[in-house]
């Protein structure tokens, strides 16, 4: 059994009006959300005719970019691992994902639940649906290769990371898989996209331990190293509970989302996810705030 090591100072919660954070002219908005898991009951509801993220549609469609974790492969082949869960999601589930977000992380432990087939299903059926995606690929150069979107004139870069079992998703030099965490290879990813022109660069982790209300150690460190690289934020996912915020060197630092669409947990803080506004500029972000999502008794977000 791993050691569990908890942080010894609770970190500042700031949960606001979506409104405080609206993009000024000449900013970016940007939302994002946290673990989007559309097997299971989520995926039923869209079988039905039903859009899991009805109630955050106003926000997620204004925003300049909105951006979430996909939780699940989305494909019809592959055999499931040996693992305790494993989630694959219709294809018909892109459609509604593709309303919605302009980019989604495939940095994480259920990404190859159905193994490279899995994978590499889903990554063209992203591709087929024009939603972008990072954090994973065909090999290692691709899941670690920055996805820079361009809006209104400032390029925003995204890099996506996974650093929780098991580790062999790992995407090797020419086998498929995902972007492991390993601190020396996330900062030349992110000197290589400010140098492929990147005004404001993001990395995204999944990381920390399930059920933990507070950041270990290591994600406080690894995230303050990231800042002092030159991150302009900092946003992280995985234990299904929301962790800490901070403000670190001016920069906003999100421990964890928590869980945005994702049905089987009980437990009120399970069932509560936040909703991540950023306004960015050339020079970075300018503002930023949070909104609270409570998920139903079929894991869909109010």
Known sequence: MKARLLCPLALALFVQKPTTVLAEPGEVDVVFVGDIMLDELPGEAIAKGEDPFASFASMLDSADLAVGNLECAVAQSGKAVDKQFTFRAHPRVLSVVARHFGAVSLANNHSMDFGSAGLLETIERLRTARIPFFGAGKNLAEAHQALIV????????????????????????????????????????????????????????????????????????????????????????????????????????????????????????????????LALDKHGVRRWSIMEARLDERGLPR
């Open 150 to 277: 361009e809006r209104k004139g400032v390029h925003v870069a995204l890099l996506g990371y996974d650093e929780f079992q098991p580790r062999w998703f790992e995407a090797g030099p020419t086998t498929p898989g995902v972007a492991w965490s390993e601190d020396e290879q996330i900062l030349r990813d992110m000197r290589a996209a400010r140098a492929a022109g990147a005004d404001v660069v993001i990395p995204v982790l999944h990381w920390g331990w399930e059920h933990e209300r507070q950041p270990c150690p290591r994600q406080r460190e690894l995230a303050h190293a990231l800042i002092d690289a030159g991150a302009d934020a900092v946003v992280g996912g995985h234990p299904h509970v929301t962790q800490g915020s901070e403000t670190y060197k001016g920069k906003p630092i999100i421990y964890s989302l928590g869980n945005f669409v994702f049905n089987g947990f009980e437990s009120e803080a399970a069932r509560t996810g936040w909703l991540l506004r």
